[in-house]
Structure formats: structure tokens, C-alpha cells
């Protein structure tokens, strides 16, 4: 049997007791309770998108072209690989992109600084956090967050500002490091920063958040809000597409282009060091999988499609930062389940402390998007954004 070390976490009951697998009176009363705050979520929610909409709360404009890269609802639908493939495809057609992101999980202004702050009646102007100027990194993936690394690391011509005021991180990116084009990472509610285009993403294995607003489900808003997108890419479809969900969305949203992309593992990539593995590699070999992602299934479902025997898995929460003891039992009990290499995903490899001495090796996948259909069509959206942008600087 393969062995399974984590305990059942708060995070994976409640999404048992979301989803409907959980039985029993108190799960039952539990989703009664959500629901009614569903409800009231889904007000709030709607009342706010009015407000903007009716110019009572204004969204601020920056003078430059600003994209957003969103979803509706909460959960990994695989985003960041999609803000690499817009802010690559800018930058090689002569923009000077900046990617603006909350930084979630990053460190900030440590909270009794703020106490401190706000009982002396004091207050600091603290400039954005730039992870990368477009030149170099500048911080480590502690400071700047998993995401804004990642992106970092993966784009060296690409700059990206870490800030939860994306007006603030745009206003300095334009006016300190000189960039024309801004993608809001993760923006799609993100109604400050008005006159922009919306790209929205769609999980096709889980396209609706299971029906429900938060917190009696995973959507952030209403799934009719989708109108608001230029652009959707429905992410992790199978080789077929997902033709069904694609003309759900055509209906909710008649005018925006559709796209639909899985992510598609490239090579392995060794943690410490610069050495690259074919994905053959896998095949035959027997692996340990350690992931800290929303959906650590689809990592161990790629590991096992590449022909790997997954021997042993260790699952954190979406997010974790790991130990270096954590590291050490899990290479330890991995070792012990007969594994040859520990796998991790890219994401997880940011927050991988280093490890001197180390009994497996570490390897790491690294995954880009591909389009299966609709790639056309991006590409000439992408133009036309650049040609709008050259025409408004000239």
C-alpha cells in the first residue's frame, strides 16, 4: 500500500464537506451555515461590481496598457504559467513589462511594526517590493513570495513588483523602472485599476468552484462575470479539449476570444545545481513526491503518466514553507519506501531550503502552457495590444 504520511488537515475537511463527500449531521449543518454565508457574499460581491460599474467608486487609471490574469474562482487552475506566456510574448515584441503581483505568502512589514505604527499615530511610506527590475533579482523567494520568484527566475527581461496596492506597484513601475505595459498577477477582482483587459482562467476539471460563492463553495463571484473577460483559457484540458465547457462559456461570454491550453511538463531540472533530465528519465524509476500545491493530484498523475512508480508522497498545505528537518524525514522515510529520486514541482522548488548533504536526488518538473486551440488568435490579440500601445507612445 502506498504510504501516505500527512494527517487530515482542517483545509481537507472543510473542501470534503464543500464538495459533498462528507457525511454525517455536523457536515450537514456546516453547509447549511455556509450557504447562508454564501448568499450574503454573493450581495456584497455583486454590490461592489455595481458600484464600479457605475462610476461611484472610481478605478484608477495609469496612462499605460494594463492587463489582468484572473480566475472566479479559488484553487490552482494553473495561472502563473499562463502570466509567464503573456509577459514573454510582450516582451519579445518590444515592450517593457512589468508584472504586478499581492505577493501572497511574502513577508511584509512584520505586524508589531504596524501595531507600533498605528498606537503612535504614526505613518510610513513603504515602497513596493521589487523582485525583479528586469535586469536581475533582487530578493529571495521568502521576501517576494512563491509566484513572484517563479516568474522572476523564468523571465529575466520581465520586471515584477510585489505590493497588495497594485496602483502603488503600477505608478512605481512606470515611473522607476521605465515599464509601458503592466499584467496584474492574479487581478481578475481587482476593480481599483480600471481601463485595462481581463483575462480570465477556467479549470476544466473544476469549471464552476462546485456551484457556490465562498464559502459554501469555491467561487469568488458569480460565474455570469465572465462577460468581463477579453480573452479565456479554459487550463488543464486533455488532448481532446473540453468542446462542451467551451460553448458554455461562448454563451456566458459571445464576444471574448477562447482558448484551450493544458500544461505540458518539459524536462527535469535538478534543485541545486544546472543539470536538465529528459522526461524519460521518470520511466521505470521509482519516485517520492512532495508537493505543498492546491491539487497535489495532478502533480502525482504526471509523474505517473511519464511511466515514474510513485513509492511515497508526503502532501503539505498549499503554500508551506518547508523545513529543514521536514526535508530530512521526508528524504529519510522516501528512502526507506525505496525511492531512487524525490520529485517536487516548480513552485515548491522556491521554497526548498538547501540541503548540503542530501541521500536522494532532488529534481524538480518544469511545466510550460501549451495552446490547443486558439493560439492564432492569441498571438493576434497580442499584436494588437502592442500595435495600440506604439500608436499611443507615438
Known amino acids: 500500500m502506498l504510504p501516505r504520511i500527512n494527517t487530515e488537515s482542517i483545509e481537507t475537511y472543510l473542501l470534503s464537506v464543500l464538495d459533498g463527500t462528507r457525511r454525517g449531521r455536523v457536515a450537514f449543518l456546516l453547509r447549511g451555515c455556509l450557504q447562508c454565508l454564501s448568499w450574503i457574499f454573493a450581495i456584497l460581491v ?177 460565474m455570469k462575470n465572465i462577460k468581463r473577460a477579453g480573452f479565456i483559457f479554459i487550463t488543464k484540458c486533455d488532448q481532446q479539449g473540453a468542446p462542451e465547457l467551451k460553448n458554455k462559456l461562448r454563451e456566458l461570454n459571445p464576444t471574448a476570444e477562447i482558448s484551450e491550453c493544458r500544461h505540458r511538463a518539459k524536462y527535469l531540472q535538478s534543485l541545486f545545481g544546472d543539470d536538465q533530465y529528459p522526461l524519460e528519465k521518470l520511466n521505470g524509476l521509482k519516485v517520492a513526491a512532495l508537493s505543498a500545491i492546491a491539487v497535489p493530484e495532478s502533480f502525482e498523475t504526471a509523474l505517473e503518466s511519464f511511466g515514474a512508480t510513485l513509492v511515497y508522497r508526503r502532501r503539505f498545505a498549499d503554500h508551506h514553507r518547508f523545513s529543514q528537518q521536514e526535508i530530512i524525514d521526508t528524504l529519510n522515510e522516501a528512502e526507506v519506501a525505496g525511492a531512487e529520486a524525490l520529485l517536487t514541482t516548480e513552485k515548491d522548488a522556491v521554497r526548498f531550503p538547501y540541503m548540503e548533504r542530501r541521500n536522494l536526488p532532488l529534481l524538480y518538473m518544469r511545466v510550460e502552457i501549451e495552446m490547443l486551440s486558439g493560439e492564432e488568435a492569441f498571438m493576434k490579440w497580442i499584436s494588437r495590444i502592442c500595435f495600440k500601445q506604439a500608436q499611443r507612445a507615438s
Open 46 to 222: 455583486q454590490f461592489r461590481i455595481w458600484l464600479y460599474r457605475h462610476r461611484i467608486l472610481r478605478g484608477n487609471t495609469l496612462g499605460c496598457q494594463v492587463i489582468s490574469v484572473g480566475n472566479l474562482t479559488v484553487g490552482g487552475t494553473g495561472k502563473t504559467p499562463v502570466v509567464e506566456v503573456f509577459a514573454r510574448n510582450l516582451q519579445q515584441q518590444g515592450r517593457k513589462v512589468a508584472i504586478l503581483s499581492r505577493g501572497y505568502k511574502s513577508r511584509s512589514i512584520p505586524f508589531w511594526q504596524k501595531i507600533w505604527l498605528r498606537i503612535t499615530n504614526r505613518s510610513i511610506e513603504v515602497p513596493p517590493r521589487v523582485v525583479s527590475d528586469g535586469n536581475q533579482l533582487l530578493l529571495d523567494s521568502h521576501t517576494a513570495g512563491d509566484e513572484p520568484y517563479m516568474l522572476a527566475s523564468n523571465l529575466p527581461d520581465v520586471a515584477v513588483v510585489v505590493d497588495k496596492d497594485r496602483v502603488k506597484a503600477g505608478k512605481y513601475a512606470i515611473r522607476v523602472l521605465g515599464c509601458d505595459t503592466l499584467i496584474l498577477d492574479d487581478g481578475f477582482q481587482y476593480l481599483k485599476l480600471g481601463n485595462r483587459l481581463d483575462i480570465a482562467l477556467v479549470d476544466r476539471t473544476n469549471p464552476y468552484g462546485g456551484g457556490h460563492l465562498l464559502p459554501r463553495g469555491l467561487l469568488r463571484e458569480p
